[in-house]
T-cell receptor, first 114, second 114 residues
């Protein structure tokens, strides 16, 4: 158990819908990262938040957005879902930016778009 | 931009065989290097990491990796594999000036035959 929690574990939804994935980082960790794992793209970085502020963006679609709340949990919002958005979405956390530090991964949310 | 290459996509070994998985990275500056393992249906777990110092690093479960700067490589090794090592292995890199996103290789699926 890494200490990073993600809910829900599985999500099945239809095309065009909107979903929210939730992540709680390890206690004391200020940075949260979102990654997408799919068969064709592999593991891709989406976005990073540090202490409530967006810090870096990767290959994140405009239909996707994220935020980090004052209690440091983070949510990834995926809208106008397409079949190709089906993937495993991982959240990771690390302690600070004055690193280096390793990232600890949550169990992931498996999203299936039908 | 950083990139990571894992040339072995699927490796099949018998128990007690020795293992070496290749990882090469491309980046112009100083890097942090990681190996993560993903057991079937589970999240990514950190096997080992290199930040600085001794280029031969030891991780959990008997794994080790050697950083060879001149070859931009960080190969993973284990002298004698077990059936329980069956998993997917990911090499990852981030820039060594803070907590940056991880760039992952495409992964190597390791199957150990009892």
């Amino acid at each position: 158990d890494s200490g990073v929690t993600q809910t829900p574990k599985h999500l099945i939804t239809a095309t065009g819908q909107r979903v929210t994935l939730r992540c709680s980082p390890r206690s004391g960790d200020l940075s949260v990262y979102w990654y997408q794992q799919s068969l064709d793209q592999g593991l891709q970085f989406l976005i990073q938040y540090y202490n409530g502020e967006e810090r870096a963006k990767g290959n994140i679609l405009e239909r996707f957005s994220a935020q980090q709340f004052p209690d440091l949990h983070s949510e990834l919002n995926l809208s106008s879902l397409e079949l190709g958005d089906s993937a495993l979405y991982f959240c990771a956390s690390s302690v600070d930016t004055t690193g280096p530090y390793e990232q600890y991964f949550g169990p992931g949310t498996r999203l299936t778009v039908t | 931009a950083q990139s990571v290459s894992q040339h072995n996509h699927h490796v099949i070994l018998s128990e007690a065989a020795s293992l070496e998985l290749g990882c090469n990275y491309s980046y112009g500056g100083t890097v942090n290097l990681f190996w993560y393992v993903q057991y079937p249906g589970q999240h990514l777990q950190l096997l080992l990491k290199y930040f600085s110092g001794d280029p031969l690093v030891k991780g959990i479960k008997g794994f080790e990796a050697e950083f060879i700067k001149s070859k931009f490589s960080f190969n993973l090794r284990k002298p004698s594999v077990q059936w329980s090592d069956t998993a997917e292995y990911f090499c990852a890199v981030n820039a060594n000036f803070g907590n940056e996103k991880l760039t992952f290789g495409t992964g190597t699926r390791l199957t150990i035959i009892p």
